[in-house]
């Protein structure tokens, strides 16, 4: 009796939770027959991974939420949840595959790059569970992973071999380099005159990162596709070590970049963890460690140009003019839009007038094929990301590329 009165009771939530379970392991299922299907798996393993990554999805997705509150809204969690599973799983895949002499130098760099971003989530998760390494020991711990990272063999090569000679390789890299260490310089005079003026920056202020993204990302995409491949992932490492520093308050660093972060950060930056500057970065990137193979593409196969540009087009152009007009001269709002939200039809306007301007640039210099189709297709894709930024809560640097790049992968 007492059984029966207990079943009958708590029927509902039994079957709520039942289907809920049948809910999230359909994903796995799916995430089963493309690794089986695709890939070339075994059964058993792709079934194996296909449940240990909804396990590992749902552990990551609420340990985001719960230990860093205000960092995260639901779908950020989640993009990042599935964004790590992704990354750790092709990153088994990779490192148990047999290479051998014909390994593309695409794989090799991509190899490199997986194992450095594996060393810092290693440093990153050490920090947090080992209090010890929260001080003096956190540098040599980092100098330990460096180390492996860069002697890591490779095709019977040392990671930092490999990458030496990929970098001094022809002339346009070094001065690529070149170009880049200004922008560098650039960014550190902008945050150093910020911190000088004692005052959070504006709006408008903020979108000078913006533009300097776009000045390395748009020459790299078009004339050094794999050498900006690389640097995405070198910098995004990096900003993830210094972030990692200024959360463990690691002395001498600590007040420098808490200050520089406290200049500049918004309202979305409420949490632990300061993200827009990582998602500029992970957003203008997205499409080149989204795209199975980005940059054999982008010499001989036209319009796959835009695809790779999708980050630098929403984010850097589009949110860029938006934000800068909208907070200059909007006045009128779009419908359904709260009463508090600052967004304006000029701005909304202003993102697709600035973003419809690149397409005919890369026509006319003969880095995009023109048809009416792909036009066509271009003008949804701008037209869908600018209404999304208008209207979402997300942080739109790493909403709108992947919006952008899946309609112009169509």
């Known amino acids: 009796m007492v059984l029966q009165t207990y079943i009958l009771r708590h029927a509902p939530k039994i079957r709520l939770q039942k289907f809920v379970w049948i809910l999230q392991a ?27 990554t909804l396990f590992t999805y749902h552990t990551l997705f609420n340990f985001v939420l719960r230990e860093m509150p205000n960092s995260f809204t639901y ?30 130098e695409m794989k090799q760099l991509t190899i490199i790059l997986q194992i450095g971003l594996a060393g810092v989530a290693l440093l990153a998760c050490c920090c947090y569970f080992v209090k010890f390494l929260r001080g003096l020991a956190f540098y040599a711990l980092l100098t330990v992973l460096t180390i492996v990272i860069i002697l890591f063999p490779i095709d019977d090569q040392m990671a930092i071999v490999i990458l030496i000679e990929f970098l001094i390789k022809d002339l346009q890299k070094v001065a690529m380099i070149a170009l880049y260490v200004g922008l560098i310089g650039m960014t550190i005079t902008t945050v150093a005159w910020q911190m000088n003026r004692h ?84 957003g203008c990137s997205l499409p080149l460690w989204l795209h199975p193979c980005p940059c054999d593409l982008t010499d001989s196969a036209g319009f796959e140009l835009l695809p790779l540009m999708a980050g630098v087009i929403s984010v850097g152009i589009g ?29 909304t306007i202003s993102g697709i007038v600035a973003q419809s301007l690149v397409l005919p640039l890369l026509i006319y210099y003969g880095l995009v094929h023109y048809s009416a189709f792909a036009v066509l297709k271009y003008l949804i894709a701008i037209t869908t990301s600018s209404l999304v930024e208008t209207y979402t809560d997300q942080i739109d640097n790493l909403v709108l590329p992947l919006i952008t790049f899946i309609l112009l992968s169509i």
């Open 319 to 347: 949110d860029t003019a938006a934000s800068i007009v909208g907070s200059k001269f909007g006045t009128h709002q779009l419908p359904f839009l709260s009463s508090h939200c600052q967004k304006t039809a000029e701005g």
């Open 26 to 52: 359909i994903p796995s299922v799916f995430v089963s027959i493309l690794l089986i299907s695709l890939l070339y798996q075994g059964i058993l393993f792709g079934v194996f991974i296909g449940f240990i």
């Open 75 to 104: 779908g950020e969690a989640a993009i990042i949840a599935q964004g790590l599973v992704v990354f750790l799983m092709n990153f088994y895949i990779k490192l148990n595959q047999k290479t051998n002499e014909h390994t593309s």
């Open 199 to 282: 005052k959070r920056s504006n709006t408008r202020t903020r979108k000078i990162f913006h533009v300097l993204i776009v000045l390395v990302f748009v020459p790299g995409i078009v004339y050094q596709c794999a050498f900006i491949y690389v640097s995405s992932g070198i910098a995004l490492a990096l900003l993830i070590v210094l972030e990692t520093m200024r959360i463990i308050q690691l002395s001498p660093v600590y007040n420098v970049l808490d200050n520089s972060v406290k200049c500049f950060i918004d309202e979305k930056d409420a949490g632990l963890v300061a993200l827009t500057p990582i998602y500029l970065l992970m």
